[in-house]
């Protein structure tokens, strides 16, 4: 963003060069702490336009007016400083910027603002703190380094869909996921394929094209974006080109990656321990009942086969980047590409991402200027199945140890008590998502008065999904003769939007900004699919070579939204903020009876360290209290929900008519009003600085489904009918310890929390069949709810369960359900360490989250003192044995179900600390790169989840199963950790 | 710049002024409730969407042809799958909410409430003919559903008393509002229930035509008729109605038992479900093949035959036996399978000839009449055709046995257990556990007008 403001400082220099006649000529040089020469800074006389930019060499020369007093100096990253004007020459040295710049720029909606006159609450989370990481997406660059925003990655998969919450859960059955808006244009955030579990869309992005995200959230900073803002905004900003000479920069990296932790399971002796005492307490033969089970005879083998680690694979991660940036006063530009190749940590998972990326910007005159930023990726996503799928590798530890790997003929051994699923990256088996899509947008800006500036903006999200699967007939779904699947998804949203802004700057004490606009927004997205069977062999894999084409499908949908919005700003004395903004939205999405929705807020601050009593305070530099009260919506409530509809259903070969939805012709957004109440502070000339901030959200208007009696032909009708609040606390401290000429240590700290409660619902939701999660008016989103787990009674080793009255039975029916956990965490944060010394420089990057309780469902199936023959976790041998023995696992007994009813025995504490990032780099001396024609070079070791404390007994605790919907967090199901990378890389400036 | 003050309002106003255009958006998978019915095809095809509703797992699918025999299973057969729902049907340990008391009460009153959007709309088929046999259809559709869950959420019908337990529900208006749909309506008594099945079948029969294709006809709803008699002990109406289906000579046995179930729509059918590879009840978690079949690539194989059933039950030379059951090769290997069920995209016979003999036979012996037939002829036609053994004087244990032979696992026996009042294992035929429970999102949702069943 500052380089529009230097674009629009350029353009006012050439003009006002020509105005004065009577001059005099200044010359100086610009240089860092270090004596190395800075360009592109800005040098101005203060109070004119009058000002030059320093070159490659950090120098400038030029004129100004005899009565010029002041030169102002200013540059990206650095701290601004005046200085008066005495002779011709300069030399300057400018300090390196403050760890949390107040005059930092920072993106709000369709706008920007500087940091200190900001009256909402945003969290900035800048290119500098994640380059060069091995990101699978660029949201998680916000974990732990951006308050208020609680990521779950959900698991180790590549190209994976994650949670990112901000400030709670604001909605049950509507989108819970943050707006994105890339360079103003509104982007497609949710799954687009047809996988069980959804994709991740903006894992298509570089994150080494990103300048900067935005998170607006809360009501004053996202009403703007009115019906779409209630989980908060992300704004994304790629970077644009700088003034001066053409810089190329080239990056790599390669390096390699594990799972965070592998689990142990029995092996073949533990594992016939334990099952000949199950089988001997129900009075089985247990190798009778192992081929009974199997079909084989393997319980009398020596096979020692380690099936779970057979999940696994080595993953490796490679990236090539290359950037060209540079431009004049007039025209700027930026062209980028890169190639990223990740082998993921779980077999047959792969993404590989090539991107480029053209950014240009053209000053046409005084009052107009254009610009346009185009992107194409493509994308290829070897995905890895369902957690809940047979196929998924995970699923591999539950094999007994006893089955060997391979069969007689050499290959995988078919004859096991569950799928082998190790045949299903076979050959030429495959379950690839390939996608294309281009972010793009093309502006004009004109400006029709110094003050007044209109700007228009195209902007389309263009994204093509090929989904293409082959099993062949050795394969669980590809018997007996092979199964093809192609799938194609292609949506296109465009968005216009035109906006008038009005700024009034140097008006004594007052000071207004203003804007209104006008957005259209059409969103189109067509489906394709088709299905077939029956392959002469396993090496055709298209469906043109199939027998049997079984299914095929074509669909469309469509969005629309017509938004009018305006905003206004005043500022007075520098000291007294207020603002105010409304948005109205339409769209084809709400009922007939109620398609606009008006969604305004309004903002405080006030500046008090400008206040006398406290401006020469030598301790408090900066004190700011701010407020903001708002009102947002959800309108992520489906296309077509509030109508009455009838369908295709298909008998054999014809189609017949069938009523599919009754629908509200009322039915329309989630509102969400928020308040706000935050406290800017700085210390030492902000050498520590932070922020506080309290939030309580009041989402009404919830779309729940209301159970109808199913005797009159439907099940539910979607209502606005639910409420629930989120309120929390908001905490970061940034200080920069140590700064000496040598050695830098800067600290950043965030601590978040969330509390949420459902006040409002039709009925309760209770859990399903396998999961914990519930709805219950009182209580917060997702709260494990079942039977209590009371361990094991010593005399005869039955499972006990809590009765109402709070003593045990060994009788599952007789317990009652409670409240088993929450997976919500009380809190949840980072820590960021940086130093520097010469030419060295270390990033340490913790995150945490403590007081979320998770579930695990495979324990059922994996821990459950051998109730059936799947292969189980390694405590299981700390099983009952005798009367008096004191344990929590109880006796086994084969089918008998001891211990197998779902229940607390399988929560945890999801609580962790996680090493998330380490990047330690050497910048080589400038010296000895200018004989070699280099502008700078650095070289890195970074680390991704390096370490992890938890008490977690499973893979990862960062861990969501998203099989099973929203409501069940925190749930595990034979999901895989994440990976820890470890890679080496080298970038160079040319 | 004065341009722009003037365009940039001009702008906002046309913007506004078409955008209540703009956001109109029609679904395209979908149509408006409001305009979906308009003519003759429209409302035809609204039939077919009931039969296709029919042909779903919770219905005729799977549901109805497999869960009266699971229910039956003792020294019969087991259930070997993983699915909670289908073992707590085998072992009379449903819960209230049961998934599958659950799905096929709710799929049954959908496809109810789509037969009476069409009888709501037959003012708009212009056709005089069509119209007549939409209706039939409508009719028949409505009553045969209410039948079957009459059958399986009701207290057995017993013809020694006044039939005042609970049946279910009796829906005959049709639902396309909000407040049309949240109507609370109670329970009716069982010998409410088989009064409507019967005014609606009966109509039914003079409203279809003899022959209509795959779609039900005059004599699919009069061997519908005949099991609703047979099930109410009415023995006279129950052979009039098989007799009529046999004599108008549109059925007739296959050669050997196999045919009708590897062949599509045979003579020896009289209604089945249509299916193909595309538009099956399913191939993975739902669907007769599915649930029965151990073939290589094909089935889950969750039920079993209990061997001594077959060895049992069938001469060794029984064509039955050797058509009809073998032993598994695909999923739980080397066990026995019922054949009937044998592909995903075969069709589903519902009622066949072979029933409307046995039926016959039955109710001419108990009522020591030879309309049509004699008891001897009706039984060794089906005991022929299969190779087996011809019994020169039928006892009536012989027919009822016969029944088994024949249509074992085609969703007879526990409905037959019931009405003969016998027992499985040690369930009495009345047993309390051999009625499903109501789902229990019914009687939430209908804030308790909707009453539990006893036991539950």
């Given at each position: 963003m500052s380089k529009k403001i230097n674009v629009m400082l350029a353009l006012m220099l050439l003009m006002t060069q020509l105005v004065w006649a009577q001059n005099k000529t200044l010359t100086g040089k610009v240089t860092d702490n270090n004596g190395a020469p800075i360009s592109g800074v800005s040098v101005m006389v203060k109070g004119t336009t009058a000002g030059t930019f320093t070159g490659q060499d950090g120098t400038?020369?030029?004129?100004?007016?005899?009565?010029?007093?002041?030169?102002?100096?200013?540059?990206?990253?650095?701290?601004?400083?005046?200085?008066?004007?005495?002779?011709?020459?300069?030399?300057?040295?400018?300090?390196?910027?403050?760890?949390?710049?107040?005059?930092?720029?920072?993106?709000?909606?369709?706008?920007?603002?500087?940091?200190?006159?900001?009256?909402?609450?945003?969290?900035?989370?800048?290119?500098?703190?994640?380059?060069?990481?091995?990101?699978?997406?660029?949201?998680?660059?916000?974990?732990?380094?951006?308050?208020?925003?609680?990521?779950?990655?959900?698991?180790?998969?590549?190209?994976?869909?994650?949670?990112?919450?901000?400030?709670?859960?604001?909605?049950?059955?509507?989108?819970?996921?943050?707006?994105?808006?890339?360079?103003?244009?509104?982007?497609?955030?949710?799954?687009?394929?047809?996988?069980?579990?959804?994709?991740?869309?903006?894992a298509t992005l570089n994150p080494d094209d990103i300048e900067s995200i935005e998170v607006l959230k809360d009501a004053s900073s996202s009403a703007i974006y009115g019906a779409r803002a209630s989980n908060g905004v992300l704004l994304v900003t790629t970077k644009s080109g700088k003034q001066g000479r053409t810089k190329l920069n080239v990056g790599f990296f390669t390096g390699w990656s594990e799972p965070t932790k592998k689990q142990k399971f029995l092996d073949a002796t533990q594992y016939k321990e334990l099952f000949t005492a199950a089988a001997d307490n129900m009075g089985y033969v247990a190798a009778d009942e192992f081929e009974a089970e199997t079909g084989t005879t393997d319980w009398n083998s020596t096979n020692n086969t380690n099936w779970s680690d057979q999940a696994f694979q080595e993953g490796y991660i490679r990236q090539y980047n290359v950037s060209l940036n540079g431009g004049d006063a007039r025209t700027k530009f930026l062209f980028s590409g890169s190639f990223n190749d990740q082998n993921g940590i779980i077999l047959g998972?792969?993404?590989?991402?090539?991107?480029?990326?053209?950014n240009v910007d053209h000053t046409i005159n005084k009052n107009f200027k254009v610009g346009a930023n185009l992107s194409l990726v493509q994308s290829n996503n070897y995905r890895v199945p369902s957690d809940n799928a047979f196929s998924n590798p995970i699923q591999l530890n539950a094999l007994p140890p006893l089955h060997p790997l391979l069969a007689a003929d050499g290959k995988n051994n078919q004859a096991t008590l569950y799928y082998n699923n190790l045949i299903e990256v076979e050959d030429n088996n495959r379950n690839l998502s390939k996608t294309y899509r281009s972010i793009s947008s093309i502006y004009a800006e004109w400006n029709i008065m110094p003050n007044l500036r209109f700007r228009t903006q195209a902007g389309i999200d263009w994204n093509n999904l090929q989904e293409n699967q082959f099993l062949g007939r050795r394969t669980l779904d590809g018997a007996p003769e092979g199964y093809s699947y192609d799938n194609q998804v292609t949506s296109s949203v465009f968005t216009n939007t035109n906006t008038l802004q009005w700024n009034n700057?140097?008006?004594?004490?007052?000071?207004?900004?203003?804007?209104?606009?006008?957005?259209?927004?059409?969103?189109?997205?067509?489906?394709?699919?088709?299905?077939?069977?029956?392959?002469?062999?396993?090496?055709?894999?298209?469906?043109?070579?199939?027998?049997?084409?079984?299914?095929?499908?074509?669909?469309?949908?469509?969005?629309?939204?017509?938004?009018?919005f305006a905003r206004a700003n005043y500022k007075f004395k520098n000291k007294y903020l207020l603002g105010a903004s409304v948005r109205a939205d339409g769209s084809s999405r709400f009922g007939a009876d109620n398609r606009y929705g008006l969604f305004p807020a309004v903002s405080a601050g006030w500046i008090i360290s400008e206040e006398s009593f406290l401006h020469s305070n030598r301790i408090l530099s900066f004190l700011k209290l701010r407020t903001s009260y708002g009102r947002t919506g959800n309108a992520e409530i489906g296309n077509f929900s509030s109508l009455s509809l009838y369908t295709s259903a298909a008998y054999a070969n014809i189609a017949g008519l069938v009523t599919s939805q009754i629908g509200v012709p009322g039915l329309t957004w989630e509102n969400t009003d928020q308040f706000d109440i935050g406290l800017d502070f700085g210390f030492w000339n902000n050498r520590i600085s932070g922020e506080i901030d309290y939030f309580k959200k009041n989402t009404k208007d919830i779309l729940l489904n209301v159970p109808l009696p199913a005797t009159n032909g439907y099940t539910n009708i979607t209502k606005n009918i639910g409420d629930m609040t989120n309120s929390g606390w908001e905490f970061t401290l940034n200080a920069n310890i140590i700064r000496s000429s040598s050695f830098n240590w800067t600290t950043s700290f965030n601590i978040s929390t969330y509390k949420n409660e459902v006040t409002r619902l039709?009925?309760?939701?209770?859990?399903?069949?396998?999961?914990?999660?519930?709805?219950?008016?009182?209580?917060?989103?997702?709260?494990?709810?079942?039977?209590?787990?009371?361990?094991?009674?010593?005399?005869?080793?039955?499972?006990?369960?809590?009765?109402?009255?709070?003593?045990?039975?060994?009788?599952?029916?007789?317990?009652?359900?409670?409240?088993?956990?929450?997976?919500?965490?009380?809190?949840?944060?980072?820590?960021?360490?940086?130093?520097?010394?010469?030419?060295?420089?270390?990033?340490?990057?913790?995150?945490?989250?403590s007081g979320n309780d998770l579930y695990n469902i495979a324990g059922f199936f994996q821990s459950v003192n051998g109730d059936y023959f799947d292969n189980q976790t390694v405590d299981q041998m700390n099983y009952w044995k005798k009367p008096g023995d004191v344990t929590d696992i109880p006796q086994p007994r084969l089918y008998d179900g001891n211990g197998a009813g779902k229940s607390s025995r399988w929560v945890q504490d999801g609580s962790y600390f996680r090493i998330k990032s380490v990047n330690l780099g050497y910048n080589f001396p400038r010296k000895m790169?200018?004989?070699?024609?280099?502008?700078?070079?650095?070289?890195?070791?970074?680390?991704?989840?390096?370490?992890?404390?938890?008490?977690?007994?499973?893979?990862?605790?960062?861990?969501?199963?998203?099989?099973?919907?929203?409501?069940?967090?925190?749930h595990d199901f034979y999901t895989p950790p994440q990976a820890r990378t470890i890679t080496v890389g080298i970038n160079l400036g040319f | 710049m004065k341009n722009i003050f003037k365009i940039l309002p001009l702008a906002a106003l046309l913007a506004t002024a078409s955008c209540k255009k703009v956001l109109e958006v029609e679904p395209q998978q979908s149509i408006d409730a409001a305009t979906a019915l308009q003519n003759?095809?429209?409302?035809?095809?609204?039939?077919?969407?009931?039969?296709?509703?029919?042909?779903?797992?919770?219905?005729?699918?799977?549901?109805?042809?497999?869960?009266?025999?699971?229910?039956?299973?003792?020294?019969?057969?087991?259930?070997?799958?993983?699915?909670?729902?289908?073992?707590?049907?085998?072992?009379?340990?449903?819960?209230?909410?049961?998934?599958?008391?659950?799905?096929?009460?709710?799929?049954?009153?959908?496809?109810?409430?789509?037969?009476?959007?069409?009888?709501?709309?037959?003012?708009?088929?212009?056709?005089?003919?069509?119209?007549?046999?939409?209706?039939?259809?409508?009719?028949?559709?409505?009553?045969?559903?209410?039948?079957?869950?009459?059958?399986?959420?009701?207290?057995?019908?017993?013809?020694?008393t006044s039939n005042s337990q609970l049946g279910v529900v009796i829906k005959t208006t049709a639902a396309t509002d909000e407040a049309a749909a949240s109507e609370k309506i109670a329970r009716s008594t069982v010998a409410q229930v088989y009064a409507r099945v019967l005014t609606d079948l009966n109509t039914a029969v003079t409203k279809l035509p003899d022959d209509n294709g795959t779609r039900a006809d005059k004599y699919t709803a009069l061997a519908f008729l005949s099991r609703v008699y047979l099930q109410m002990g009415n023995y006279a109406a129950a052979r009039d109605a098989?007799?009529?289906?046999?004599?108008?000579?549109?059925?007739?046995?296959?050669?050997?038992?196999?045919?009708?179930?590897?062949?599509?729509?045979?003579?020896?059918?009289?209604?089945?479900?249509?299916?193909?590879?595309?538009?099956?009840?399913?191939?993975?978690?739902?669907?007769?093949?599915?649930?029965?079949?151990?073939?290589p690539g094909i089935g889950r194989a969750d039920v079993r035959m209990n061997t001594s059933f077959i060895s049992s039950f069938y001469e060794s030379f029984d064509f039955r036996r050797r058509d009809w059951y073998y032993v598994g090769t695909g999923a739980r290997p080397g066990n026995t399978y019922c054949f009937k069920w044998n592909a995903f995209e075969q069709n589903l016979p519902v009622i066949r000839i072979a029933e409307m003999y046995l039926t016959r036979a039955e109710c001419n012996l108990r009522l020591s009449t030879n309309v049509g037939d004699t008891p001897a002829n009706d039984l060794d036609l089906i005991r022929s055709r299969s190779n087996a053994s011809s019994i020169a004087v039928p006892v009536l244990a012989d027919i009822l046995n016969e029944r088994v032979r024949e249509l074992a696992f085609e969703g007879l026996r526990i409905h037959d257990i019931k009405r003969l009042k016998t027992a499985t294992g040690s369930f009495a035929w009345n047993d309390n556990k051999l009625v499903f429970p109501i789902p229990q999102r019914e009687v939430d949702a209908s804030v308790g007008v909707i009453v539990q069943n006893p036991g539950y």
């Open positions: 400038f020369s030029f004129t100004v007016p005899d009565n010029a007093k002041t030169l102002v100096i200013s540059a990206v990253g650095y701290a601004t400083q005046e200085i008066a004007v005495s002779g011709s020459s300069y030399q300057l040295s400018l300090k390196v910027a403050e760890a949390q710049n107040l005059d930092e720029v920072v993106v709000v909606g369709y706008g920007t603002k500087i940091k200190k006159d900001i009256t909402s609450s945003v969290a900035k989370v800048t290119s500098k703190e994640f380059q060069n990481l091995p990101l699978p997406s660029f949201e998680q660059a916000l974990q732990g380094r951006a308050s208020g925003v609680y990521i779950n990655t959900g698991s180790g998969k590549l190209g994976q869909g994650l949670n990112i919450r901000v400030r709670g859960i604001s909605s049950i059955s509507a989108n819970q996921q943050p707006f994105v808006v890339i360079d103003g244009v509104p982007v497609v955030s949710q799954s687009l394929g047809s996988a069980t579990e959804p994709d991740n869309p903006l998972n792969r993404l590989t991402r090539a991107t480029g990326r053209v700057k140097a008006a004594g004490n007052h000071n207004i900004d203003a804007l209104v606009g006008i957005e259209y927004q059409r969103g189109i997205a067509n489906g394709a699919s088709v299905e077939g069977r029956a392959f002469p062999s396993d090496r055709f894999t298209r469906i043109a070579n199939a027998a049997i084409i079984s299914s095929g499908s074509s669909t469309e949908t469509q969005f629309r939204f017509m938004s009018y039709v009925s309760p939701v209770p859990p399903g069949a396998r999961t914990l999660g519930r709805l219950a008016v009182g209580s917060p989103f997702g709260e494990f709810y079942g039977r209590k787990y009371m361990g094991v009674d010593p005399a005869n080793g039955d499972a006990l369960y809590m009765k109402a009255d709070g003593s045990t039975t060994n009788d599952y029916s007789a317990a009652v359900d409670t409240v088993l956990g929450d997976p919500n965490p009380d809190f949840y944060g980072g820590w960021n360490n940086k130093f520097s010394y010469k030419g060295f420089d270390l990033d340490i990057q913790c995150q945490f989250v790169l200018q004989k070699v024609k280099i502008d700078n070079a650095r070289l890195y070791v970074a680390a991704q989840n390096l370490f992890t404390f938890t008490k977690y007994k499973g893979y990862d605790p960062e861990v969501n199963a998203t099989y099973i919907g929203n409501l069940n967090l925190g | 003759d095809q429209d409302v035809n095809s609204a039939v077919v969407g009931c039969y296709a509703l029919m042909g779903g797992g919770a219905l005729y699918g799977t549901n109805f042809l497999m869960l009266p025999d699971l229910q039956g299973s003792e020294s019969y057969c087991s259930w070997r799958g993983t699915f909670q729902s289908f073992r707590q049907v085998a072992s009379k340990t449903m819960t209230r909410d049961n998934a599958e008391a659950s799905r096929t009460w709710i799929a049954a009153y959908r496809a109810i409430n789509n037969a009476n959007i069409v009888l709501a709309n037959l003012g708009k088929v212009n056709d005089a003919a069509l119209r007549t046999q939409l209706e039939g259809e409508a009719l028949f559709i409505r009553g045969i559903l209410h039948f079957e869950l009459v059958r399986l959420y009701g207290l057995p019908y017993d013809p020694a098989a007799n009529e289906v046999i004599a108008s000579g549109a059925y007739e046995l296959a050669p050997i038992p196999l045919i009708p179930f590897t062949n599509k729509n045979t003579a020896e059918s009289i209604w089945e479900i249509q299916q193909n590879e595309q538009n099956n009840a399913g191939q993975a978690n739902d669907g007769m093949a599915t649930f029965f079949a151990s073939k």
